[in-house]
């Protein structure tokens, strides 16, 4: 009888009535009857599986082990028998009949009554198959070597419950398992190859199932789980197979050395697991027959062969998350990082949110546009009138009697305040002048408390810059926050068989590595990790693993950091390798000082950034000497940190400018001109803040203008600047400067065409040589008394080798 679950109940009208159905009890009985088809139709085939031309103890095994389990699958015994009768005749009904309606007794009243372990099911098990088959014998003639066929049956009777007993549970058991043990997998495959051997006798033409299906799982384990798999599955069906009939061992060899070809050639894919088979077969046959006789033939193997190449790979993978063992280990362990690495995702992203709505949230308070509005002149009306109307003898005359009149004159005086900042004679009301008689005292309080709304107003100005800068602040963290969370969330993937190409080409060069770590990113870059020794700084990583590495990878590769890590547990030296960019860039620089002094206005800086970038920046701070080079300093200083971080381009500067508007009353005013060239791709990315003019200088000699119209960084909170984008090639140039240099010329009218002929005449290749003789010529045009601070930076983009 099916359990009763209760999972979904539904209603339904039944005479007027609503009655409740157990939808659960049908879904349960549903999926009840499709397992006991399942079973019943496994018990058939094993029902069928004989030994020794007409022993059939497989089927009895099966049904002990499933009635020890549950009553219910009593039924199972229906589709033994009918797969005994069809594999030796109606005769067997009264030895293996008998032997199932004994088990079924046996089990029936003894299964409440005791505990049944495997040992005591296999013992009843075979007890019950040895006295059916004397209660057989005794209606028909008993010989000495019937006698030694009884026990030898019940024998493998009792093996095979023990057998049964680490494959039904598999196969009955609802739980996602993950790996089997050895026991459980060499069991499975051991059923497999009985359930195959019910098999004989059918056929399709003149070819039969058993070859077939055992060729195939031959093949299907050997491909997921290696030569040793192979070899032991090949084993173990040629043994079951070779059983069922009083025929030639050699079976068992040409399937154990088929399917050890077959593992041997598994990492060619389908096809050379498939053509491993084939081989093995071929020269076995060979060997033993001269080629007179097949005993596999050549027919069966390519129907084998065929569904296996249209297995689809969700079989495949699914088999070998069970067949590999190793391979199931690393599932259970790729399976465990990917939900930490979601864990870690799904909370980075919601810090990522938390930083953008308080960035929104401090962004949401609106910039007051006015300097007073209708609200803050009545205040300063009232706190006038209450300091200086309401003890003058005329306060009832001129608030009472002439309200709006007097009102009107106050805002009008106010509003000469806020266009002019000082309170005109000729713009006071002619009625005022006329009825106050303390005008004086009345103008100089509107005076004072005006200052006073002034500088509050300054204030709120203030307040509101500091709250855009933290909410422009919070912004860049919750983008840099996401950024990390997408990083840890990208795909990577293993690459072992690389990993094992590196071991063994560093143990033919006679390096000694501890581990070996290939990885492929979503992006396709691939990295390697290296664990070694360490050298103490003897540049082994440079001089012997990179060119190694390089030649399995078949491309250059190079340490990413240039500074030695160790371990702190195992003191190992641990490093990373990446692909070699394309492109690299050298910066020479010529810098000069306003009359030849010793501080120069101007800054600078070229930094390698994150994957594979380089950046240049020039910063002119306004004026020149020490000033001029405080300000231009700290811009550098702040950019080269905020870009270090993670910080983008337009992030880091909108940071930098509302720093330099809040860092003091004093204007702090600098130009900033960022080029950041991307060494895998060759483009070159421009952002120009009041700068002056950068220029390209092609191979060819092509010299291309980048012109900037934005102002200054630090003069307004927020700001406009200009970006623009190039391709770079072998060869190029990038050549960026100060004002100072720009402005040599004073015999043309357009600053830069100068500039272009100096770069057009210079046959250099050498960036410091380019630097050095602009500097030199544009010195010579100030006749060497310099004007302003000069800086010229000259980068030259090549290809690496």
Same mark, same amino acid.
């Given at each position: 009888m099916i359990e009763k679950y209760e999972l979904m109940p539904y209603k339904r009208k039944e005479n007027g009535q609503t009655k409740a159905i157990l939808g659960g009890k049908r879904i349960e009985s549903f999926y009840g009857t499709k397992q006991l088809i399942l079973l019943s139709i496994i018990g058939f085939l094993l029902g069928r599986a004989s030994i020794l031309d007409g022993l059939v103890p497989f089927g009895i095994a099966y049904f002990s082990v499933l009635l020890a389990k549950e009553r219910k699958n009593a039924f199972v015994g229906i589709g033994v028998v009918v797969g005994t009768i069809t594999a030796i005749g109606a005769e067997a009904l009264m030895k293996y009949g008998f032997a199932l309606a004994l088990s079924w007794v046996v089990f029936y009243v003894i299964k409440d009554k005791m505990h049944l372990n495997v040992l005591k099911t296999a013992l009843i098990s075979g007890i019950t198959m040895f006295l059916s088959g004397m209660f057989y014998g005794i209606f028909s003639d008993l010989?000495?070597?019937?006698?030694? $066929?009884?026990?030898? *049956?019940?024998?493998?009777?009792?093996?095979?419950?023990?057998?049964?007993?680490?494959?039904?549970?598999?196969?009955?058991?609802?739980?996602?398992?993950?790996?089997?043990?050895?026991e459980e997998l060499i069991c499975i495959a051991i059923t497999a190859a009985v359930l195959i051997s019910g098999f004989a006798d059918l056929s399709i033409g003149d070819y039969g199932l058993k070859n077939i299906l055992g060729i195939l799982l031959t093949l299907i384990f050997a491909y997921n789980g290696g030569a040793s798999v192979g070899a032991s599955v090949g084993v173990t069906i040629g043994i079951i197979t070779s059983m069922s009939t009083i025929g030639t061992p050699t079976v068992i060899g040409i399937y154990a050395f088929s399917g050890l070809l077959a593992g041997i050639f598994k990492d060619l894919g389908k096809l050379g697991s498939s053509m491993g088979m084939i081989m093995g077969n071929a020269i076995l046959t060979f060997y033993i027959n001269g080629s007179t006789e097949v005993i596999l033939q050549f027919e069966e193997i390519i129907?084998?062969?065929?569904?296996? /190449?249209?297995?689809?790979?969700?079989?495949?993978?699914?088999? *070998?998350?069970?067949?590999n063992a190793q391979g199931g280990a690393v599932q259970i362990e790729k399976t465990y990082s990917e939900r930490i690495r979601r864990i870690t995702h799904d909370r980075l992203k919601e810090f990522s949110q938390a930083f953008s709505e308080l960035a929104v949230t401090y962004g949401q308070v609106l910039e007051k546009d006015k300097l007073i509005d209708q609200e803050e002149i009545a205040g300063i009306i009232d706190q006038v009138v209450n300091k200086v109307c309401s003890k003058c003898g005329m306060c009832r005359s001129c608030w009472k009697n002439g309200f709006y009149s007097s009102y009107n004159d106050l805002v009008e005086i106010i509003a000469v305040l806020e266009s002019s900042g000082r309170i005109k004679e000729d713009k006071i009301p002619t009625i005022l002048k006329k009825r106050c008689i303390r005008l004086e005292i009345l103008l100089q309080a509107v005076y004072d408390q005006f200052e006073v709304y002034k500088i509050h107003y300054k204030w709120e100005r203030k307040l509101f810059e500091s709250r855009q800068l933290v909410a422009e602040?919070?912004?860049?963290?919750?983008? +840099? !926050? %996401?950024?990390?969370?997408?990083? +840890?969330? /990208?795909?990577? %993937?293993?690459?072992?068989?690389?990993?094992?190409? $590196?071991?063994?080409?560093?143990?033919?060069?006679?390096?000694?590595v501890k581990k070996v770590t290939v990885f492929e990113k979503e992006n396709g870059k691939m990295e390697v990790d290296i664990e070694k020794r360490a050298c103490y700084d003897r540049k082994q990583c440079d001089e012997k693993i990179a060119p190694i590495v390089s030649q399995v990878m078949g491309t250059s590769f190079v340490r990413k950091h240039q500074l030695c890590a160790t371990d702190d547990h195992t003191e190992n030296c641990v490093f990373k390798l990446v692909a070699a960019e394309k492109y690299r860039a050298s910066t020479g620089v010529a810098r000069a000082a306003k009359d030849n002094h010793y501080i120069c206005g101007d800054s600078y800086t070229m930094m390698a950034l994150q994957d594979g970038?380089? /950046?240049?920046?020039?910063?002119?701070? $306004?004026?020149?000497?020490?000033?001029?080079?405080?300000?231009?300093?700290?811009? +550098?200083?702040?950019?080269?940190?905020?870009?270090?971080?993670?910080?983008?381009?337009?992030?880091? !500067?909108?940071? +930098?400018?509302?720093?330099?508007?809040?860092?003091?009353?004093?204007e702090i005013f600098s130009t900033i001109d960022l080029s950041i060239v991307d060494l895998y791709t060759g483009r070159l990315d421009c952002i120009k803040i009041g700068a002056a003019s950068s220029f390209i200088k092609r191979a060819n000699g092509e010299v291309e203008i980048i012109k900037s119209t934005s102002l200054p960084i630090g003069i307004l909170s927020k700001i406009d600047f200009d970006s623009f984008g190039k391709k770079l090639g072998k060869g190029d140039f990038i050549i960026m400067m100060s004002d100072g240099i720009l402005d040599a010329d004073k015999q043309t009218d357009i600053k830069e065409s100068w500039i272009v002929g100096a770069l057009q005449s210079i046959h250099s290749r050498n960036p410091q040589t380019i630097a050095d003789e602009l500097m030199n010529m544009a010195i010579k045009k100030y006749e060497d008394k310099l004007e302003d601070d000069m800086t010229v930076l000259v980068t030259k983009v090549w290809e690496s080798k």
């Open positions: 010989y000495l070597y019937d006698l030694f $066929m009884i026990g030898f *049956e019940s024998v493998v009777t009792f093996v095979f419950v023990y057998i049964l007993s680490y494959a039904v549970p598999v196969a009955l058991q609802k739980t996602n398992r993950k790996i089997l043990s050895n129907i084998a062969f065929g569904i296996f /190449m249209i297995l689809p790979k969700s079989i495949l993978g699914y088999a *070998e998350k069970y067949v602040q919070f912004q860049g963290v919750s983008e +840099i !926050i %996401h950024r990390l969370g997408k990083e +840890i969330s /990208m795909e990577v %993937h293993f690459k072992t068989d690389i990993e094992d190409a $590196m071991y063994v080409a560093f143990d033919k060069a006679g390096v000694a970038k380089y /950046m240049i920046a020039l910063s002119d701070g $306004m004026g020149s000497g020490e000033k001029a080079a405080k300000e231009s300093t700290t811009t +550098i200083t702040l950019l080269e940190q905020l870009l270090e971080a993670g910080f983008d381009q337009e992030t880091a !500067i909108k940071t +930098i400018n509302s720093i330099l508007v809040l860092k003091s009353s004093d």
